[in-house]
């Protein structure tokens, strides 16, 4: 089992900028890709970024390319989010996932241990 901790959401004017962290716990950190995905009121959850175990490559949905970052440090055992330059359209709650798999996969289904989840909301 792997436990996730979603942390540093909240509530940000449009341009600005939010980190959010992911605590790991429980198995290896390091044997696990990492994504983030979000989740807007009555829409999918979809995939938003991803990285694989060493951090040697990371993924990014269209939407936010250039804006938003993901790292991994793996002596923190922590996942982290920069999201910069925030649009309205990017309020969501927002997931961490940690996935087996070698690369990074955009698959919600490909995912084996999720967080709860932490609210972004990007005010006009």
């Known amino acids: 089992q792997v436990q996730l901790v979603e942390s540093g959401g909240g509530l940000v004017q449009a341009g600005g900028s939010l980190r959010l962290s992911c605590a790991a716990s429980?198995?290896?950190?390091?044997?696990?890709?990492m994504g983030w995905f979000r989740q807007a009121p009555g829409k999918e959850r979809e995939f938003v970024a991803g990285?694989?175990?060493?951090?040697?490559?990371?993924a990014y949905a269209d939407s936010v390319k250039g804006r938003f970052t993901i790292a991994r440090d793996n002596a923190k055992n922590t996942v982290y989010l920069q999201m910069n330059s925030l649009l309205p359209e990017d309020t969501a709650v927002y997931y961490c996932a940690a996935d087996r798999s070698q690369l990074v996969v955009r698959s919600l289904s490909s995912y084996d241990y999720w967080g709860q989840g932490t609210q972004v909301t990007v005010s006009s």
């Open positions: 990285i694989t175990r060493s951090g040697g490559m990371t």
């Open positions: 429980g198995r290896t950190f390091s044997n696990y890709a």
